[in-house]
């Protein structure tokens, strides 16, 4: 794991993201059944519910968490954390046609367009409240364009382009709420897949 450190810590949390797809493509191939996802993300949010209540409550000074969370992660749930969550209620709640593209969405669209278009990011508020963080406007069309590409190779073009819109949205509008940040690590997959359902249901 260590090698990660040649990466740079950017491009390594990319990695990190990309590395979540293994889930949804090994069911995609048929290595791994619907129910055995399912079984696999609910034991990985228990596993992931004792490390970050040992990490912020009693402190687990590991050289990886430095190395990959952000700043506001540090005295917060990290991204990793909150991916888990979210992945873990869409594979709960929805069927594989919404719920596939949808995890794909963060662990692909996101890093990928994060990679092609890094634009300026600006914000919204007074920051005591409630604050937006806003990406730039070159970086959202990247993320529409990937993650309704994704969306195309599991649904039809209408809830592929409801799941990239609802994906965009999710991406590149992150609020903060009296100091804590709501992590589009947490807010993609739900949007997504809400996105994606809408669409089905409208053709």
């Known amino acids: 794991m260590r090698s990660l450190v ?3 810590p950017e491009v390594a949390r990319r990695g990190v993201h990309v590395s ?3 889930l949804p493509l090994a069911y995609v191939v048929d290595v791994l059944t619907w129910g055995q996802v399912q079984a696999i993300l609910v034991a990985a949010l228990a596993a992931v519910v004792v490390l970050e209540v040992i990490r912020l409550g009693i402190g687990l000074d590991w050289w990886i968490y430095e190395y990959l969370t952000r700043e506001y992660e540090q005295d917060n749930l990290a991204g990793y954390a909150l991916a888990v969550i979210s992945a873990t209620a869409v594979v709960l709640i929805a ?3 919404i719920a596939v593209p949808a995890l794909l969405m963060l662990t692909l669209g996101d890093p990928i367009s994060g990679l092609l278009a890094s634009g300026r990011i600006q914000s919204v508020g007074d920051g005591r409240y409630l604050e937006l963080i806003l990406k730039a406007p070159r970086a959202l069309a990247v ?14 073009p209408v809830a592929a382009l409801f799941g990239g819109l609802a994906a965009t949205v999710a991406d590149g509008v992150k609020p903060v709420i009296a100091t804590y940040v709501i992590d589009d690590n947490l807010t993609i997959p739900l949007a997504s897949a809400a996105g994606i359902a809408l669409g089905l249901a409208i053709v």
């Open 95 to 97: 069927p594989p046609p």
């Open 143 to 156: 993320t529409f364009v990937v993650c309704t590409t994704i969306g195309l190779a599991f649904v039809a």
């Open 6 to 8: 040649g990466l740079g």
């Open 20 to 22: 979540g797809s293994a």
